[in-house]
């Protein structure tokens, strides 16, 4: 089956910077990559999405990159802001099923 | 976009007993809806398939006659934890795709905000 591995755990920023978060997939049949932010004792919310026929996404200060052959997608924040701490949470999904990562709690400092 | 309701939110209930959570599709029809467990600090982990007029399909290692689901519609799933025990306290989230128009169906899924179960 599918293995999302993601990186890192934990990742602190400060207030303006940039964030960027890594995830690498096994299955190459993969088609779909979504980010979902979860904030504490809430459900994940999907924030953007690539699918594999596509290499760069943006929306405002968020962004996602796919690279196919190397089978990994990364997720970039800039201008963060304090309220952008959450866990982040990536996932690879063939047909509908999602598998996610480990997430990765983002603190940014103000 | 669309939207994902659980019921209830929270739930506190005594070992023994047993528990049922909804999962509904609010303004979309779901003939599937996915039930995660996830426990503290970790990642969100499939449970179980639910499919609206079919029987369930459940992960390897998740106890079928423990975790009853039942998809009664095109917009309502539930998941009963029987005789819960205090291992099965965790925060159970369902989600829903809601299918593509093209051929090849890129499924966004939605999710439900949480049900925090705690046996006690």
């Known amino acids: 089956g599918e293995n999302v591995e993601q990186h890192p755990s934990t990742l602190s920023v400060q207030e303006g910077d940039s964030a960027v978060i890594k995830c690498t997939y096994s299955?190459?049949?993969?088609?779909?990559f979504p980010w979902y932010k979860q904030e504490l004792g809430k459900g994940p919310q999907l924030i953007i999405d690539?699918?594999?026929?596509?290499g760069e996404k943006k929306d405002q200060r968020i962004a996602v990159t796919l690279n196919k052959t190397a089978k990994h997608f990364s997720l970039h924040i800039t201008e963060t802001q304090p309220e952008d701490s959450a866990v982040y949470f990536c996932?690879?999904?063939?047909?509908?099923?999602?598998?996610f990562g480990s997430g990765t709690q983002l603190t940014v400092l103000p | 976009g669309a939207v994902v309701s659980q019921h209830p939110s929270w739930v506190i209930c005594k070992s023994g007993t047993s528990v049922k959570i909804e999962c509904r599709s609010l303004?979309?029809?779901?003939?599937?809806m996915f039930w995660y467990r996830q426990f503290p600090k970790q990642s969100l982990m499939l449970m179980a398939t639910?499919?609206?007029?079919?029987?369930?399909?459940?992960e390897q290692g998740v106890e079928k006659d423990k975790f009853l689901i039942n998809h009664a519609s095109l917009t309502l799933s539930t998941l009963t934890v029987t005789s819960a025990h205090p291992e099965d306290s965790s925060f159970y989230i369902c989600?829903?795709?809601?299918?593509?128009?093209?051929?090849?169906?890129?499924?966004?899924?939605?999710f439900g905000p949480g049900t925090r179960l705690t046996v006690l």
């Open positions: 989600s829903a795709p809601r299918t593509g128009t093209s051929a090849r169906s890129y499924n966004e899924q939605f």
């Open positions: 299955d190459s049949a993969s088609n779909y």
């Open positions: 690539i699918r594999s026929n596509v």
């Open positions: 996932a690879a999904s063939l047909a509908r099923q999602l598998t």
């Open positions: 303004d979309f029809q779901a003939t599937t």
């Open positions: 639910s499919n609206e007029g079919s029987k369930a399909t459940y």
